[in-house]
């Protein structure tokens, strides 16, 4: 599944800014991109849930104990794949704040 972001086009442009692509990073810089993905994972998690959080699971193929107890871990997987394919930027804002940080330019 893939799944493009409006800032696709914006990563391309800085090949920097994918966690698959961090050859040529220091170590910290590779430390900050995997936080900021983290960062905007759990923020995309919480967004899920909330978005989840009033649909009933009783339906012809779905419901029951099971269902409720495994939809946060499909909603954990569905924000990773998509913080992992560009996700909606806040995983690039992060990421320049926290480098900016490091330099000490904030």
Request: hydrophobic share 35%.
């Amino acid at each position: 599944m893939t799944i493009t972001s409006p800032l696709t086009p914006v990563l391309e442009k800085q090949p920097e800014l994918q966690t698959n692509n961090l050859s040529g990073v220091t170590k910290s810089q590779k430390a900050a991109r995997q936080a900021a993905e983290e960062f905007e994972q759990n923020f995309l998690t919480t967004m899920l849930e909330s978005m989840f959080e009033g649909l009933k699971t009783d339906a012809p193929f779905g419901g029951g104990h099971a269902e409720q107890q495994f939809r946060s871990v499909l909603l954990g997987e569905y924000a990773k794949d998509m913080a992992k394919s560009g996700g909606i930027g806040i995983a690039d804002e992060v990421y320049r704040e926290i480098i900016a940080i490091q330099e000490g330019k904030v």
